[in-house]
């Protein structure tokens, strides 16, 4: 049974910092990796979508990468603003049918202004 | 992409009363579609996924149940609700390779 663990649960920083968010996963015969963000009582927002052929994806100041063999991803956000403070998710999609996906539980990131 | 609809928002219900919670889906046909729970402390757990009208798979025993009753309409639903039903629920569409979600309802069981 696939399981996914995020470090750390929780992360407060100065704004403008560098940071990087730890995903791993216990059986690397994934489909794809995806990291969301959630804001307080609301849903998700997709942010990155890695297809396990890939190494990372790119967008604005978020890259996410993906290491399959050892079952890690890594999620790099460059400049942090307080905007960017929020809940975020990993989650990994084990099979190319219709399995859902196994949700990680999450590092709470506060960015201070 | 596809937009996910979900309502209410938020539920107050009492120990022991039904539930009925809906979702819709617009910009696709016949989508895959899902129903997840964020329990406080836990990650959001799969509760059911169907691939078409009629046809649910429930990948946790509970005491909830699901039904397709239309392509883009999921349903979740209580006989009787238990304390430990509360949570924040999301519904969530897919194809193959993503995941759309809905905006969630928080459910409270008082």
């Known amino acids: 049974k696939q399981e996914v663990t995020q470090i750390p649960a929780a992360l407060s920083v100065p704004e403008g910092e560098n940071l990087v968010l730890n995903c791993s996963f216990t059986?690397?015969?994934?489909?794809?990796l995806q990291w969301f963000r959630q804001d307080p009582g609301k849903g998700l927002t997709s942010l990155l979508l890695i297809q396990s052929s890939q190494r990372e994806q790119t967008s604005g100041r978020l890259n996410a990468s993906l290491d399959k063999s050892s079952g890690r991803s890594t999620l790099y956000i460059a400049a942090s603003q307080p905007g960017d403070s929020a809940t975020y998710l990993c989650a990994v999609k084990s099979g190319g049918g219709a399995d859902g996906l196994t949700f990680g539980k999450g590092t709470h990131l506060i960015i201070q202004p | 992409s596809q937009t996910i609809h979900q309502w209410p928002a938020t539920l107050v219900q009492p120990v022991g009363s039904p539930l009925s919670l809906e979702c819709t889906v617009e910009g696709t046909s016949n989508p895959n579609l899902y129903w997840y729970r964020q329990a406080a402390g836990r990650g959001l757990q799969l509760l059911f996924y169907s691939v078409g009208i009629g046809q649910i798979s429930s990948e946790v025993p509970q005491n909830l149940s699901a039904s397709r009753p239309q392509d883009r309409q999921f349903i979740l639903s209580s006989k009787k609700l238990l304390l430990s039903d509360s949570g924040f629920y999301l519904c969530a569409g897919g194809e193959i390779y993503e995941q759309y979600f809905g905006p969630g309802t928080r459910l409270t069981v008082t």
């Open positions: 059986d690397s015969a994934i489909y794809n």
